[in-house]
């Protein structure tokens, strides 16, 4: 029987509005009452997420930065890797983000989302935590404490970017999109897979009873490692591509995965 259910946020559990829906509120409270874990593994900041968890109603483990953070429940951070100050340095420099500027960078301390210019429309995707960025010259930054460097913009730019990491970096980092117009770096010793390895762990429950909900190129080894993972409809074709065999369900725009946990835990659909 199933103990352990780990889901990506964006695209996943969150609507099409970057927010969650009462359905899945009810669904996730309700399998919570009867003694289920709950992993959130995500790419976005601890902060955004532990609000987005309080709206939910849950008490989950928090996999952010797609694994450089690890929160338990009481809050308490149990596992971080930062990227090496030297190499935050260079990651934030024109010679890897483009001379042209049109890339959007930023950078994912313990406490802050620091960015390299004002981008409004990014703050529609945090409204149910409000968490928000916070301006900063990033080729004056240290490099200490960085979790995660994340860039945003046009798909062929970010090729670019990519392109340029692997040049310099070669594998040494840890490279995915969470997005077309996301690409996110961050230590190659972290992944969400590894983050649900280690949390079952502590839970002491095996792989082989842990479900597990993604949808886009940074959920690659969260499915893997998963006993039972699924595969949002509306997922990464490239990742349909990756992973042939991970069974599909519902689209993240009409909660998805709250019909589908009802349907594997047996719970009345009355809710819909």
């Known amino acids: 029987m199933y103990e352990v259910i780990a889901t990506d946020l964006d695209g996943t559990l969150l609507n099409g509005d970057h927010q969650v829906d009462p359905f ?74 483009g001379a042209h500027g049109r890339v959007i960078v930023n950078l994912f301390a313990d406490d802050a989302w620091l960015i390299d210019r004002h981008a409004p429309e990014l703050l529609r995707l945090h409204q149910d935590s409000g968490f928000g960025y916070e301006v900063s010259d990033l080729q004056q930054h240290h490099g200490s404490g960085i979790a ?33 117009d996301c690409l996110e770096v961050m230590t190659s010793n972290v992944s969400k897979g590894r983050a649900l390895q280690f949390v079952l762990g502590r839970l002491g429950v095996s792989t082989l009873r842990c479900v597990a909900f993604g949808d886009n190129m940074n959920d690659i080894d969260l499915l893997e490692t998963a006993g039972h993972p699924f595969m949002m409809n509306n997922a990464n074709p490239d990742l349909m591509t990756r992973l042939p065999d991970v069974p599909r369900i519902g689209n993240n725009f009409e909660a998805g995965v709250a019909h589908h946990l009802r349907k594997l835990f047996s719970l009345n659909d009355e809710l819909a």
């Open 24 to 97: 899945t509120i009810a669904t996730v409270r309700q399998l919570e009452a009867q003694g289920l874990h709950f992993i959130i593994a995500t790419g976005r900041h601890y902060r955004d997420v532990a609000g987005i968890r309080d709206v939910l109603g849950i008490r989950p483990y928090l996999v952010t930065s797609n694994g450089a953070r690890v929160h338990a429940p009481d809050d308490t951070m149990v596992f971080a890797d930062n990227l090496p100050p030297d190499v935050v340095r260079q990651l934030v420099q024109p010679a890897l983000t």
């Open 148 to 180: 995660k460097v994340l860039y945003i913009g046009e798909p062929a730019d970010l090729a670019q970017v990519a392109a340029n990491l692997e040049r310099v970096f070669g594998t040494a980092l840890y490279v995915t999109y969470s997005l077309p």
